[in-house]
Structure formats: structure tokens, C-alpha cells
């Protein structure tokens, strides 16, 4: 079983940045896919950013975002990252984390696939943390 939890969420004015981190514990896979993804109010869930567990492998971040967001790991490889620069009004969300296994990443690489319609079928989520961004 896998425990996600995430946190640096918060209230930010449009033009600020928030570093997100998301603790990963218990029985994590291996080979893994993780991946950052957000709901808006009254809105799906989409895709945000992907990284595997490979050091040099799949890091991928929604088209739209490119450029203001960032996904990276931690150097034990049990916490995940978003650094999110740059926000704006629209990028206030509920942030998940997410496990699945490695094929998750290698999938939405290999078909070109933008990230934020990716299937949001992963295994493992955290609770979430709120983004807010004011005008």
C-alpha cells in the first residue's frame, strides 16, 4: 500500500509561485510513474505534469503549462515536486499526486500524448492540497 501525501499548497496573488511537495511511503513500486494532477471548481480532474522513476526518463509537463510549471524528484526518490511559477487565476485547483506503475508515463510518452488528457486512472492518490490565486 502506498501513502501519498501532499502540502504547499496555499492562497497566492496572480504573478506569485508555490512549490508543491508530495511524500511518497509504504510499498511504492519500483518502477513507477508519478504525476501531479489538479481539479478546478466544478471541473474534471486533468492531467498536470508526469515523471518516472528512471533518473534520465519520462518528464513531461501539460502543453499549456510549459514553461510555468516544473516536475522534478527529490534525491531519495520518495518525494515529488511541482514548482509552479508565474500562476495566474486559472490555475487555482484542488493538487493531487499520484502512483501508478511505470507504464503510466511511458504510455503518454511514446503516443505524444498531452498531459492534460491523459487517463487519470492511477493507483495511488494523496488527499490533495488547495491552490488558490487571486487577481
Known amino acids: 500500500q502506498v501513502q501519498l501525501v501532499e502540502s504547499g499548497g496555499g492562497s497566492v496573488q496572480a504573478g506569485g509561485s508555490l512549490r508543491l511537495s508530495c511524500q511518497a511511503s509504504g510499498s511504492t513500486y519500483d518502477s513507477y510513474c508519478m504525476g501531479w494532477f489538479r481539479q478546478p471548481p466544478g471541473k474534471g480532474r486533468e492531467g498536470v505534469a508526469l515523471?518516472?522513476?528512471?533518473?534520465?526518463?519520462?518528464?513531461m509537463v501539460a502543453d499549456s503549462l510549459k514553461g510555468r510549471f516544473t516536475i522534478s524528484k527529490g534525491n531519495a526518490s520518495n518525494t515529488l515536486y511541482l514548482q509552479m511559477n508565474s500562476l495566474k487565476p486559472e490555475d487555482t485547483a484542488m493538487y493531487y499526486c499520484?502512483?501508478?506503475?511505470?507504464?503510466?508515463?511511458?504510455?503518454?510518452?511514446?503516443?505524444?500524448?498531452?498531459?492534460?488528457?491523459?487517463?487519470?486512472?492511477?493507483?495511488?492518490w494523496g488527499q490533495g492540497t488547495q491552490v488558490t490565486v487571486s487577481s
Open positions: 515523471i518516472d522513476s528512471d533518473s534520465d526518463g519520462v518528464n
Open positions: 499520484a502512483q501508478a506503475g511505470k507504464e503510466k508515463c511511458l504510455r503518454a510518452y511514446y503516443t505524444g500524448a498531452d498531459v492534460s488528457e491523459i487517463p487519470t486512472n492511477f493507483d495511488y
